[in-house]
């Protein structure tokens, strides 16, 4: 037996620290044979953004990054659409147009024009690009100091832009219905944040698909709650996920009635602090399905039933998910595993990996399992997080001993912690100290009561 805290461990500073990459998107490309595509934020080249595809192939160029900074925190930087790439470009903010992985992009929006873009959508249907754009040409330390946020749609052919929804702070998720009639988004104002109150909005179309027709937008959901993701059924209903019964479940408007799809005491959605992070997709071969993740578990959503079905991935959290004719794609994590980027196939549930964050060199049994814990804190309220205890495969700690104990706590504060494997953390508990990474009050996870705890600390 051997005193906690001084085990020895493979897992060394250079190994925790080394760099790897991070999955920020990913899009399946609906139209054309169903190749999935995803942004990989790499460190060692500067954190750079590079779009990859499931066929092996690289699509940004070395003098290219595949990042948008709009709402500063971007997301929703590319979309795909019958195996051409959009993009914006972090150095000018223009939106690019690759037509194949070693196709030199060709610039789609003017150059110096001030105009960011985020959060695409290519409409068969009108054969138009639905964006969310961000004026910072109007912007005067002395008079205006914030970018002007719209709705627009492109001409892809033409290049030219119209806008079609203005007069909010924010906006995010435009998605025309299926008969090419509605368009839907999401919208908020200061001082809201996403997470604190906002608003789906629903509007008419003009025949060709370039204005909305005046006096025809409605509020679909809000009414001090946080909606967000808007989306439309395969038969033209609206779907959107909303806060209102304390936790982030998915709702379909049938009619008049808004229907909780959903019924769980857990989330389904997350804070809105980039777009383009999906937790709910909509199968449009129209089998009435969509994949969903809830609490970070993989599910079946049967819409017309309500019946739910887990997934046995083999993996713990489940995000940016892309679902299409029984096949699903979307990152996945666990206690053992990084990040990667998997295919499960719904009927056999064969699970096949198509890219790792990172691997290492490290034998799992010098990994530590957490167990997720709530406790007793101030105010008679509980609070929540990870224990890992000390493991290491070539030690065992002085009977009755107690090992010293690591807290963290996580940034935002409006976000979470989550089981995932991390080697910052391993580093400690392979060497014989305790660590609880604690989802204090005010984290998300838990609830609209619980994520709004610290509004009056």
């Not at 779907?239 to 009635?257: A, R």
């Not at 804070?271 to 997709?281: E, K």
């Not at 009755?400 to 706590?409: E, M, N, S, T, W």
Request: glycine share 8%.
């Amino acid at each position: 037996m051997d005193e906690f805290g001084s085990w020895k461990s493979p897992i060394t500073s250079i190994l925790a620290t080394k760099s790897s990459l991070s999955f920020q998107e990913v899009h399946l490309d609906k139209t054309s044979g169903g190749l999935v595509y995803w942004s990989e934020l790499r460190y060692d080249e500067a954190g750079r953004y590079v779009i990859c595809s499931s066929d092996g192939k690289q699509w940004t160029p070395k003098d290219y990054n595949a990042r948008t900074s709009v709402h500063e925190y971007g997301g929703g930087s590319f979309f795909v659409h019958n195996g051409t790439v959009y993009f914006s470009n972090f150095f000018d903010q223009r939106l690019y147009v690759q037509t194949c992985h070693d196709a030199k992009p060709t610039p789609l929006t003017p150059a110096d024009s001030g105009w960011r873009y985020a959060d695409g959508y290519y409409c068969e249907k009108h054969g138009l690009i639905y964006c969310v754009r961000e004026d910072h040409s109007v912007v005067d330390k002395t008079i205006k100091t914030e970018a002007l946020n719209t709705v627009v749609c492109i001409n892809p052919k033409t290049e030219e832009q119209f806008v079609l929804v203005k007069g909010c702070d924010f906006y995010s998720r435009p998605r025309v219905s299926p008969d090419g009639k509605k368009l839907i988004w999401m919208q908020w104002n200061h001082p809201n944040m996403p997470w604190d109150s906002t608003e789906v909005c629903v509007a008419d179309f003009s025949d060709d698909g370039y204005s909305m027709v005046d006096g025809t937008t409605k509020v679909v959901a809000g009414e001090n709650n946080s909606v967000m993701s808007p989306d439309w059924s395969c038969d033209g209903h609206m779907m959107y996920i909303s806060d209102k019964t304390d936790w982030w479940n998915l709702y379909q408007v049938t009619g008049n009635e808004h229907v909780n799809l959903t019924p769980v005491l857990k989330e389904v959605g997350n804070p809105h602090w980039t777009f383009a992070y999906y937790t709910v997709d909509i199968d449009r071969s129209g089998s009435g399905k969509a994949a969903v993740c809830i609490a970070g578990v993989l599910n079946i959503l049967d819409i017309q039933t309500k019946v739910l079905t887990p997934l046995n991935t083999g993996f713990d959290g489940h995000r940016l998910v892309q679902y299409h004719n029984g096949v699903i794609f979307c990152v996945a994590s666990g206690p053992k595993q990084f990040p990667c980027v998997i295919k499960v196939e719904e009927q056999s549930g064969k699970v096949q990996i198509l890219k790792e964050s990172r691997t290492v060199p490290v034998n799992h049994s010098y990994f530590s399992i957490p167990t997720e814990i709530r406790w007793p804190t101030t105010e008679g309220k509980i609070s929540y997080g990870f224990f890992y205890p000390p493991q290491n495969k070539d030690y065992t700690g002085p009977s009755g001993g107690k090992p010293p104990l690591l807290v963290k706590a996580h940034g935002g504060p409006t976000g979470q912690t989550f089981n995932t494997l991390n080697l910052n953390i391993q580093y400690f508990t392979s060497r014989g100290f305790a660590v609880l990474d604690v989802n204090y009050r005010g984290s998300t996870g838990y609830g609209k009561q619980y994520r709004h705890t610290l509004r009056t600390k």
